[in-house]
């Protein structure tokens, strides 16, 4: 059974700074990895796509790697600012039962303060 | 890039009624749509996958005739709480995939506030 866990829970950095969240998935059998940012109160905005086949992805700020081996996956969040605080979630597609719906970890909550 | 628009965003209802909520692919057509539901502080929790054309499938636990979903067309399904309580107060939100390689793309939510 996939098991997603992310790391920290919870993270407080003052503006600029640099960060890196954490995930991990049991099952190395994945085909795509994908991070997502959740507001409060709001959907999902999908940051970051990466491909089994890929080892990281950049967009802006953000650069996601993969490997898939050791079962993880980091965020790196350059330059930090007060707009990235939100919650930050990872996730993978499981195809054993459902017709590829996704399992999530629980989320980084990440505060940026000014 | 894909877009999945959600209705209500919010809706608040009484106890006993039932509430309906919809899911559209605006430009592309999903055979398959997921609906997920957030308790507060929880991480997104898969209830069902719709599929167009033929009965939704529900996880372990969760009512599929207090959770009515139709996916009548390639572009929209909906789910009805019906005889809602106030357990049943959660985020809601849908999402559907454009092709394999693209990833999914998430509904705006919708809160459910049964009073």
């Known amino acids: 059974k996939q098991e997603v866990t992310q790391i920290p829970a919870a993270l407080s950095v003052p503006e600029g700074e640099n960060l890196v969240l954490n995930c991990s998935f049991t099952?190395?059998?994945?085909?795509?990895l994908q991070w997502f940012r959740q507001d409060p109160g709001k959907g999902l905005t999908s940051l970051l796509l990466?491909?089994?086949?890929?080892r990281e992805q950049t967009s802006g700020r953000l650069n996601a790697s993969l490997d898939k081996s050791s079962g993880r996956s980091t965020l790196y969040i350059a330059a930090s600012q007060p707009g990235d605080s939100a919650t930050y979630l990872c996730?993978?597609?499981?195809?054993?039962?459902?017709?590829?719906?996704?399992?999530f970890g629980k989320g980084t909550k990440l505060s940026v303060k000014p | 890039g894909a877009v999945v628009s959600q209705h209500p965003s919010r809706v608040i209802c009484k106890s006993g009624t039932s509430v309906k909520i919809e899911c559209r692919s605006l430009?592309?057509?999903?055979?398959?749509m997921f609906w997920y539901r957030q308790f507060p502080k929880q991480s997104l929790m898969l209830m069902a996958t719709?599929?167009?054309?033929?009965?939704?499938?529900?996880e372990q636990g969760v009512e599929k005739d207090k959770f009515l979903i139709n996916h009548a067309s390639l572009t929209l399904s909906t789910l009805t709480v019906t005889s809602a309580h106030p357990e049943d107060s959660s985020f809601y939100i849908c999402?559907?995939?454009?092709?394999?390689?693209?990833?999914?793309?998430f509904g705006s939510g919708t809160r459910l506030t049964v009073v």
């Open positions: 999402s559907a995939r454009d092709r394999l390689e693209y990833g999914y793309t």
């Open positions: 099952d190395s059998a994945i085909y795509n």
């Open positions: 990466i491909q089994s086949s890929q």
């Open positions: 996730a993978v597609p499981f195809y054993g039962g459902s017709q590829g719906n996704l399992i």
């Open positions: 430009d592309f057509q999903a055979t398959t």
């Open positions: 719709s599929n167009e054309g033929s009965k939704a499938t529900y």
